[in-house]
């Protein structure tokens, strides 16, 4: 099926046409059996698949739709609207076609194949965070061995690995501590084999259907093409670390800021619906009702300008120089802190009905807890906060 977008020249971009109201209901009803069964969505894969949907930040002459960060952003605030776990899974693939884009708009071809199999409908994974590893991207539990042809294996675990049961390339990262300029941070996709074993353990409270499971590497080989980075571990300024963390960033934010929206819409349609049995006036016409939904529109409001400037800027190549990271990780932290905000005050204005482990809300509400813990968590946002304003802390 061909995408509905029109030559990058003259084209226009409609969310709606990428990601109609009947296919997003569709969606919304699997949902629900995905989050009571525990299973993957792969209905839902299918479908955006055809869409041409993993392609969407793809050039057109690879194959793909040529969108820009900021119209994925949108699309996946729309998709997290009625599939959180569908958008937030589908994030992960998008992060790395998304990195591939950062790259190629600095002249670095370096993740082309990446974009030629996402063209192809092949999905990709984030195999990078490990339990305990607060430095995320800076640092590595996993063993990187030289294989001698330039190539890498490696050794150790990973943790919500979405994606799990339908990736067919993972990325990585592990420390090499032998090569004779260790240590050093290796990046590099690997494909499926039996040296990678997935754990049957994903049983959480929200955002069931992402199926991040745990992921152990006994030996994985990436050969040496599929060897992307080889960088001192810290912080880095690297492309490659820049692209990861603000696409991984903005898309997360997208997808929180999109469960927000579809609280929001929930508690106004229930405002309007119910009546008082003491006045018979509908809730919509409640003081107190208005002042909450009046409330949550307010902090709603400001997360979408906020990703479509930031997500524009990655675009469009702005400069923030050491600001970035204070940017990226601020973005992500207020999206998540607002839709949990704003998803607590549906409940209050739907009442008890609510508070069902079949209600949309009740599910969107577990599903909003998963924001915490995504990198940056709110810890470390604070911390690049307090640097990038106060400067670091004096040793």
Same mark, same amino acid.
Do not use: C
């Given at each position: 099926?061909?995408?509905?977008?029109? !030559?990058?020249?003259?084209?226009?971009?409609?969310?709606?046409?990428?990601? =109609?109201?009947?296919?997003?209901?569709?969606?919304?009803?699997?949902?629900?059996?995905?989050?009571? #069964? &525990?299973?993957?969505?792969?209905?839902?894969?299918?479908?955006?698949?055809?869409?041409?949907?993993?392609?969407?930040?793809?050039?057109?002459?690879?194959?793909?739709?040529?969108? /820009?960060?900021?119209?994925?952003?949108?699309?996946?605030?729309?998709?997290?609207?009625? *599939?959180?776990? #569908?958008?937030? !899974?589908?994030?992960?693939?998008?992060?790395? #076609?998304?990195?591939?884009?950062?790259? $190629?708009?600095?002249?670095?071809?370096?993740? $082309?194949?990446?974009?030629?199999?996402?063209?192809?409908?092949?999905?990709?994974?984030?195999?990078?965070?490990?339990?305990? &590893?607060? %430095?995320?991207?800076?640092?590595?539990?996993?063993?990187?061995?030289? /294989?001698?042809?330039?190539?890498?294996?490696?050794?150790?675990?990973?943790?919500?690995?979405?994606?799990?049961?339908?990736? *067919?390339?993972?990325?990585?990262?592990?420390?090499?501590?032998?090569?004779?300029?260790? =240590?050093?941070?290796?990046? $590099? %996709?690997?494909?499926?084999?039996?040296?990678?074993?997935?754990?049957?353990?994903?049983?959480?409270?929200?955002?069931?259907? #992402?199926?991040?499971? /745990? /992921?152990?590497?006994?030996? !994985?080989?990436?050969?040496?093409?599929?060897?992307?980075?080889?960088?001192? =571990?810290?912080p880095s300024p690297d492309p490659l670390i820049f692209g990861i963390f603000s696409v991984f960033e903005i898309l997360i934010a997208s997808v929180y800021t999109g469960i927000a929206r579809r609280a929001l819409d929930v508690a106004v349609e229930t405002a309007h619906r119910k009546r008082s049995k003491k006045s018979g006036a509908a809730y919509s016409q409640d003081p107190d009702i208005r002042r909450r939904v009046a409330g949550m529109a307010m902090a709603y409001d400001a997360l979408p300008p906020q990703l479509q400037s930031l997500a524009r800027d990655v675009d469009e190549q702005v400069d923030h120089g050491a600001r970035w990271f204070s940017l990226l990780a601020g973005v992500k932290h207020r999206a998540v802190v607002m839709a949990k905000?704003?998803?607590?005050?549906?409940?209050?204005?739907?009442?008890?009905?609510?508070?069902?482990?079949?209600?949309? %809300?009740?599910?969107?509400?577990?599903?909003?807890?998963?924001?915490?813990?995504?990198?940056?968590?709110?810890?470390?946002?604070?911390?690049?906060?307090?640097?990038?304003?106060?400067? =670091?802390?004096?040793?």
């Amino acid at each position: 099926m061909s995408a509905p977008v029109a !030559a990058a020249s003259v084209r226009s971009f409609d969310p709606a046409a990428w990601l =109609p109201d009947d296919l997003l209901e569709r969606f919304r009803a699997r949902a629900v059996e995905h989050d009571r #069964t &525990n299973t993957f969505p792969e209905t839902d894969l299918g479908e955006l698949r055809d869409l041409g949907y993993l392609a969407i930040l793809v050039p057109e002459h690879l194959g793909g739709a040529g969108l /820009t960060l900021a119209e994925a952003s949108i699309l996946q605030q729309r998709l997290a609207g009625a *599939a959180p776990a #569908t958008a937030l !899974a589908i994030n992960m693939h998008l992060v790395w #076609t998304g990195v591939a884009g950062v790259l $190629a708009d600095r002249g670095i071809d370096d993740l $082309a194949f990446v974009q030629r199999g996402a063209a192809a409908g092949e999905v990709f994974a984030f195999g990078i965070s490990e339990a305990g &590893n607060d %430095l995320v991207l800076f640092g590595s539990d996993t063993d990187a061995t030289p /294989t001698g042809d330039g190539g890498y294996a490696f050794t150790g675990t990973k943790i919500f690995t979405s994606l799990a049961p339908v990736w *067919a390339h993972l990325g990585v990262h592990g420390l090499d501590t032998t090569s004779p300029d260790a =240590p050093m941070m290796v990046f $590099a %996709l690997l494909p499926r084999s039996e040296a990678i074993v997935t754990r049957d353990d994903w049983d959480t409270v929200g955002m069931r259907g #992402t199926q991040s499971r /745990t /992921t152990e590497l006994h030996g !994985a080989v990436a050969s040496a093409e599929r060897v992307v980075r080889r960088i001192p =571990p810290g912080p880095s300024p690297d492309p490659l670390i820049f692209g990861i963390f603000s696409v991984f960033e903005i898309l997360i934010a997208s997808v929180y800021t999109g469960i927000a929206r579809r609280a929001l819409d929930v508690a106004v349609e229930t405002a309007h619906r119910k009546r008082s049995k003491k006045s018979g006036a509908a809730y919509s016409q409640d003081p107190d009702i208005r002042r909450r939904v009046a409330g949550m529109a307010m902090a709603y409001d400001a997360l979408p300008p906020q990703l479509q400037s930031l997500a524009r800027d990655v675009d469009e190549q702005v400069d923030h120089g050491a600001r970035w990271f204070s940017l990226l990780a601020g973005v992500k932290h207020r999206a998540v802190v607002m839709a949990k905000s704003v998803v607590d005050d549906a409940l209050l204005v739907a009442g008890g009905s609510s508070y069902t482990s079949g209600s949309e %809300l009740g599910r969107l509400y577990r599903d909003v807890m998963a924001g915490m813990f995504h990198p940056s968590d709110p810890e470390s946002a604070h911390s690049a906060l307090a640097s990038a304003w106060l400067g =670091p802390v004096e040793s």
